[in-house]
């Protein structure tokens, strides 16, 4: 703002002839209510018919002056003649005595005259010695307030306090971010010069031909103070200035001394120029704005450049008392029947408006035409700001704090409370421009989509629709019951485009963030990120088998300290083995709490997620809270973590600031060469993975997730009791985490899952954002891009399939998936093995099997996990495994009698009086096709799986038909059933496949 000093001669001439001495306002204070204290000199005086001031009015140093003009009188000086005697040489001639009017004194002078004038002589010395005296003191006086002013301290102009910006992705403005002073510095040059004259007429109009003291109207100040009840100031705009930023607002002679004096050395080291353009941009003009720039929008809405004339001398008038003559109050607020508010700021404009003008400013035709009020347009509301409630509050917020971390690293200060808060006010104060990375447009588009969301989940009770909280002044809030909070992530470059942390409007500052804030369990959507990625790190394949059945996993303990296993959702869907592609996608509790305690293990679930950004904080670090999702991530968090999963498996922080400017344009923060970045996963990982989530959409718990023409993977989660539900989810542009829950962590329904409650409004507001956008896949590139090949593996043992594995007596068989070269199975299945068991129940046969096949059988070997389940957890091998995985002596339980030929219910679908459309007739037992009939119950399975992929899991009819495929999987898994039983629960089957249930 300040430079080096330039002569300023030629200005000063040009300026004069502009000048006049007598541009201060006339005084009539005849009027004037003797009594009245302090006050200001009314411009309705001048104006007597527009009078409308109130006979006190509060002034302070920057009133006008009003110059007197000082009279000189003549002195004539006048000089006695002097006489010369001269001498003679010839003797005077006699002459007589000459008469005079004086006679000689004859008596003594009067004694008490005397020592009355010599005591009068003595007192005016006395007098005479005082006042050199007290001349001296005073001087002292002055000179120790001198010695004591302060420094000349420029740096403190410079750096008065500066309203922060935050602008979008797109350079568009969101908000100012300011402290009490808002203020916004700008160059003299962008100041128009009708603006600067109008400060000048009124405040100093002598301010480019004195040296920083304006003598002439100190004087004239002086004597007006002296013969009116009220006062004006004399100071000059370069006294205001050092008033308003090196010293305060005392009313004591000191402060007038130090300023004067400071004064001088400014006006000694700056040009006039640069004195006023920080004037300008430092004074004081009502509500909370400092300098003229946002006066200006304040006031009127407009930039500088945009002002009327009119508009130039209403902010100039202002300077004199900003609160008294604050044009927005007194046209539009303050009411009196005994004052006109409004006369008191058109007055008060006029009086500027003449100052201009007898300061040839402004012409007679200017001056007419700016005395019309209809030529300022002063807005009855300030236009939106700081002060009321910034667009995006949760985004804005969040990205605040990320500026408060980065202010802390470029001071190198500890981060503490103490520290944060010294630097919040630094960006409040600093005059900072930040860009966020923030995409309005998806921004508004979630938080449109949660405000209107129709669907919510019920709460089990109805009393916890209303959350009341209690504030601090005793008031309650009332929250709306279940709330909502997601973010959105571009996962390719780290940056956040969207955070809503509320289903509901934003009407106050700092409330509660629930998509940065809050530690809600994710439930299930925590399985790839903790379970499922980290064991295809350490070499698993999505083909790899768990045992998903009742049987204890190690380390998993129950109360009692003995190991145990999770229940799945429902208490049932227990399968036998699969796997983890099927496990992930059905959301199977028992596969996933076996696939951490096998592969994966507890302390490196931890590390992976302490890689993928989570910090302890947010994490349960035991098996449950690992595999089914008791952690309390947030959804930002989780956001990012599948978003690692969608970018290769490298972590990019994220981004809500891509940069920092300070107040002078430079950039000290650029957000992308800052950003932390690091391998979690390989990039076949990150390949499988993502190919497991899109099974968990297409046909999964997740298909309510779907968009049309886009590619979707994502995981449902559902909280233990219903308390909240999850979906986290990418595409092949972005990547989103969403909660659903209450507050206070109150259930929701019975029927609130994580597919049926948060996975569609997933889908509304993504499916929004993406509309116009291309289809792209997740990530780029062929599977054998990522080193993968296809192998084709056991279902029981997930080693290589032989042919036993494929005509498996349980209707296992094989699986066909990709692993990351090198660690693909070599070694054949050594669990299978074929063996002639009874064509319907899959055991080794009876005498009384009517019929026999070979069949490929389950035999458990030495060493293998089950193997020392085998006596206690029997039952439950052989009805997941078939009989021969426990012992070869037990034959079929299934014919203990003579065989009976069953009958086909009608309602089976496929089935005609001529029989099924798949070589099963009626009656057609013989030889060559008994075994169909277990065959035909695994294809009605099959037929129950894929119709369960589109369905609602919350609809009855999902439910009837989970219940009665459970059952039919039990029969055929070769227990006591019979055939009779085998039939009856494929019709019971089939009838809740047609809907009737």
């Keep these: 703002m300040f430079g080096k000093k330039k002569r300023e001669e030629d200005n000063f001439e040009e300026f004069e002839e502009y000048s006049s001495d007598e541009g201060y306002e006339p005084q009539f204070p005849e009027n004037r209510d003797p009594d009245a204290y302090d006050e200001p000199m009314d411009e309705a005086e001048y104006y007597p018919e527009e009078s409308g001031y109130d006979e006190y009015e509060e002034t302070y140093d920057g009133e006008e002056a009003y110059d007197n003009e000082a009279y000189e009188e003549e002195s004539s000086w006048a000089r006695d003649d002097e006489e010369y005697d001269e001498d003679y040489d010839e003797e005077p001639e006699d002459k007589p005595e000459p008469?005079?009017?004086?006679?000689?004194?004859?008596?003594?002078?009067?004694?008490?005259?005397?020592?009355?004038?010599?005591?009068?002589?003595?007192?005016?010395?006395?007098?005479?010695?005082?006042?050199?005296?007290?001349?001296?003191?005073?001087?002292?006086?002055?000179?120790?307030?001198?010695?004591?002013?302060?420094?000349?301290?420029?740096?403190?102009?410079?750096?008065?306090?500066?309203?922060?910006?935050?602008?979008?992705?797109?350079?568009?403005?969101?908000?100012?971010?300011?402290?009490?002073?808002?203020?916004?510095?700008?160059?003299?040059?962008?100041?128009?010069?009708?603006?600067?004259?109008?400060?000048?007429?009124?405040?100093?109009?002598?301010?480019?031909?004195?040296n920083g003291v304006d003598l002439k109207r100190i004087v004239g100040a002086l004597v007006f103070n002296l013969t009116s009840s009220s006062t004006q100031g004399g100071s000059t705009i370069t006294q205001q200035l050092i008033k308003n930023t090196l010293l305060s607002s005392e009313q004591s002679y000191k402060r007038k001394i130090q300023e004067a004096y400071l004064a001088l050395q400014l006006e000694n080291r700056y040009t006039k120029d640069q004195i006023l353009e920080t004037y300008l941009n430092t004074i004081f003009l009502g509500e909370n704005y400092y300098g003229v720039q946002v006066a200006?929008?304040?006031?009127?809405?407009?930039?500088?450049?945009?002002?009327?004339?009119?508009?130039?001398?209403?902010?100039?008038?202002?300077?004199?008392?900003?609160?008294?003559y604050n044009p927005r109050r007194n046209l539009y607020t303050r009411k009196s029947d005994e004052k006109d508010y409004a006369a008191v700021t058109n007055n008060r404009t006029n009086y500027v408006l003449r100052c201009m003008y007898e300061n040839q400013f402004i012409t007679k035709e200017q001056y007419e035409e700016a005395l019309n009020p209809a030529t300022a347009n002063v807005l009855q509301e300030a236009p939106s700001s700081g002060d009321s409630m910034y667009k995006y509050p949760h985004y804005v917020e969040y990205a605040v704090k990320e500026v408060v971390n980065i202010l802390l690293e470029l001071n190198g200060l500890e981060d503490n409370s103490t520290n944060r808060a010294a630097m919040e006010n630094k960006l409040r104060t600093g005059g900072y421009r930040v860009q966020l990375a923030i995409d309005p447009n998806i921004q508004e588009t979630v938080e449109t989509t949660l405000q209107n969301w129709s669907k919510y989940p019920s709460l089990r009770d109805p009393s916890d629709k209303v959350f009341r909280t209690k504030n601090s002044d005793g008031t309650y809030t009332e929250?709306?019951?279940?709330?909502?909070?997601?973010?959105?992530?571009?996962?390719?470059?780290?940056?956040?485009?969207?955070?809503?942390?509320?289903?509901?409007?934003?009407?106050?500052?700092?409330?509660?963030?629930?998509?940065?804030?809050?530690?809600?369990?994710?439930?299930?959507?925590?399985?790839?990120?903790?379970?499922?990625?980290?064991?295809?790190?350490?070499?698993?394949?999505?083909?790899?088998?768990?045992y998903n059945m009742p049987i204890p996993i190690s380390g998993w303990k129950d109360s009692k300290g003995n190991d145990s296993w999770p229940k799945n959702y429902g208490g049932g869907g227990y399968v036998g083995p699969e796997t983890l592609r099927t496990a992930m996608a059905k959301s199977h509790n028992t596969s996933a709490a076996s696939t951490l305690m096998s592969y994966v293990g507890v302390e490196r679930s931890v590390d992976f997620l302490h890689r993928l950004g989570i910090d302890d904080g947010h994490i349960d670090a035991t098996p449950f809270g690992l595999s089914?999702?008791?952690?309390?991530?947030?959804?930002?968090?989780?956001?990012?973590?599948?978003?690692?999963?969608?970018?290769?498996?490298?972590?990019?922080?994220?981004?809500?600031?891509?940069?920092?400017?300070?107040?002078?344009?430079?950039?000290?923060?650029?957000?992308?060469?800052?950003?932390?970045?690091?391998?979690?996963?390989?990039?076949?990982?990150?390949?499988?993975?993502?190919?497991?989530?899109?099974?968990?959409?297409?046909?999964?718990?997740?298909?309510?997730?779907?968009?049309?023409?886009?590619?979707?993977?994502?995981?449902?989660?559902?909280?233990?009791?219903?308390?909240?539900?999850?979906?986290?989810?990418?595409?092949?542009?972005?990547?989103?985490?969403?909660?659903?829950?209450?507050?206070?962590?109150?259930?929701?329904?019975?029927?609130?899952?994580?597919?049926?409650?948060?996975?569609?409004?997933?889908?509304?507001?993504?499916?929004?954002?993406h509309q116009g956008l291309d289809k792209k896949d997740i990530l780029d590139g062929?599977?054998?891009?990522?080193?993968?090949?296809?192998?084709?593996?056991?279902?029981?043992?997930?080693?290589?399939?032989?042919?036993?594995?494929?005509?498996?007596?349980?209707?296992?068989?094989?699986?066909?998936?990709?692993?990351?070269?090198?660690?693909?199975?070599?070694v054949n299945c050594q669990m299978h093995t074929n063996m002639t068991v009874c064509a319907e129940s899959g055991m080794p046969p009876s005498p009384?099997?009517?019929?026999?096949?070979?069949?490929?059988?389950?035999?458990?070997?030495?060493?293998?996990?089950?193997?020392?389940?085998?006596?206690?957890?029997?039952?439950?091998?052989?009805?997941?495994?078939?009989?021969?995985?426990?012992?070869?002596?037990?034959?079929?339980?299934?014919?203990?009698?003579?065989?009976?030929?069953?009958?086909?219910?009608?309602?089976f679908p496929g089935y005609d009086q001529g029989g099924y459309q798949g070589g099963y007739d009626q009656g057609s037992y013989d030889q060559g096709g008994n075994d169909q009939s277990f065959a035909d119950a695994r294809q009605v399975l099959t037929m129950a799986e894929t119709m369960m992929a589109s369905m609602d899991p919350n609809s009855e009819q999902y439910r009837a038909i989970q219940n009665a495929a459970d059952y039919l999987r039990m029969l055929i898994g070769g227990g006591g059933a019979n055939q009779s039983d085998v039939m009856s629960a494929m019709q019971t089957l089939t009838q809740a496949l047609g809907g009737i249930y």
């Design 479 to 546: 929250t709306i019951e279940p709330q909502a909070a997601c973010a959105v992530l571009d996962y390719r470059t780290g940056e956040l485009k969207a955070i809503v942390g509320s289903r509901t409007e934003v009407t106050a500052r700092k409330t509660l963030n629930r998509a940065t804030d809050m530690k809600m369990p994710v439930g299930s959507s925590i399985k790839p990120i903790a379970v499922y990625a980290p064991a295809l790190e350490l070499g698993c394949s999505p083909a790899t088998v768990v």
């Design 296 to 324: 200006a929008q304040g006031y009127f809405g407009k930039n500088l450049g945009e002002l009327s004339i009119r508009e130039c001398a209403i902010l100039a008038g202002t300077t004199n008392n900003p609160y008294y």
């Design 628 to 769: 089914l999702g008791s952690s309390g991530i947030t959804p930002l968090q989780m956001t990012v973590a599948f978003g690692v999963l969608a970018n290769g498996g490298v972590y990019q922080e994220p981004i809500s600031v891509l940069g920092i400017s300070d107040s002078a344009g430079h950039t000290i923060w650029d957000g992308h060469q800052h950003q932390d970045r690091r391998k979690v996963f390989s990039p076949s990982t990150s390949w499988l993975i993502v190919d497991m989530l899109k099974t968990a959409v297409q046909s999964g718990t997740g298909t309510s997730a779907k968009i049309s023409g886009q590619i979707v993977g994502g995981k449902t989660g559902t909280n233990s009791d219903q308390k909240g539900v999850f979906f986290s989810g990418m595409t092949g542009y972005y990547a989103s985490a969403l909660w659903v829950g209450h507050d206070n962590y109150k259930a929701l329904s019975s029927k609130s899952t994580g597919s049926g409650a948060a996975a569609p409004l997933w889908q509304a507001y993504m499916s929004k954002i």
């Design 782 to 826: 062929n599977p054998s891009d990522y080193g993968l090949v296809k192998v084709t593996t056991c279902a029981v043992s997930g080693q290589l399939a032989t042919d036993a594995c494929r005509n498996d007596a349980m209707g296992y068989g094989v699986v066909t998936d990709w692993w990351a070269k090198g660690t693909e199975p070599t």
């Design 848 to 907: 009384n099997c009517p019929y026999t096949v070979t069949r490929g059988v389950v035999t458990i070997p030495t060493g293998h996990p089950l193997y020392n389940l085998l006596g206690q957890y029997q039952s439950v091998i052989e009805e997941y495994l078939g009989s021969t995985a426990v012992t070869s002596n037990t034959v079929c339980t299934l014919h203990n009698g003579f065989y009976q030929q069953p009958t086909m219910p009608d309602q």
């Design 99 to 210: 008469r005079s009017i004086f006679r000689p004194e004859t008596r003594k002078p009067n004694f008490v005259v005397s020592v009355l004038l010599n005591t009068i002589r003595v007192l005016i010395v006395i007098v005479v010695l005082a006042g050199v005296a007290g001349l001296g003191a005073l001087a002292g006086i002055a000179k120790g307030y001198v010695d004591t002013a302060p420094e000349l301290n420029l740096v403190a102009m410079d750096t008065q306090a500066q309203t922060s910006f935050i602008y979008d992705c797109n350079s568009n403005l969101i908000t100012e971010y300011k402290g009490t002073e808002n203020r916004v510095l700008v160059s003299l040059d962008a100041m128009p010069k009708m603006l600067r004259n109008a400060f000048i007429a009124v405040e100093d109009a002598r301010f480019y031909s004195h």
